[in-house]
């Protein structure tokens, strides 16, 4: 079983940019969809970005513009970059991954989970 962990989380002022990085510890090849999804505080999980095996890639429109998700299939890795950054994305960010799911599928159809990385947007 691929285990995935995620790196990069911290503080951050509004407008500043954070990449995150969610590391697998074997080859994410054969996964179809990657993605990642946050959770604040009161509020359910999101989808906020995921791509697919072959570079293939899904935002949400809260994040359109802002974000960009990349894929090394080689490193087994997958990054989230995070520019102009906003108090409203503070949450735990989650990495996700989909073996055989398109990169819009529901939570419940993605097979594994990272623990989560703490991002706080604050000044």
């Known amino acids: 079983q691929v285990q995935f962990v995620e790196s990069g989380g911290g503080l951050v002022q509004p407008g500043g940019s954070l990449t995150l990085s969610c590391t697998a510890s074997g080859s994410i090849e054969g996964i179809q969809s990657i993605g990642w999804y946050r959770q604040a505080p009161g509020k359910y999980r999101e989808l906020v970005a995921s791509?697919?095996?072959?570079?293939?890639?899904n935002y949400q429109d809260f994040v359109a513009g802002r974000f960009t998700i990349s894929r090394d299939n080689a490193k087994s890795t997958v990054d989230l970059q995070m520019n102009s950054l906003k108090p409203e994305d503070t949450a735990v960010y989650f990495c996700?991954?989909?073996?055989?799911?398109?990169?819009?599928?529901?939570?419940?159809?993605?097979?594994?989970w990272g623990q989560g990385t703490q991002v706080t947007v604050s000044s």
């Open positions: 996700a991954a989909g073996l055989g799911i398109p990169i819009n599928a529901p939570e419940r159809l993605w097979d594994y």
């Open positions: 791509i697919t095996r072959l570079g293939s890639t």
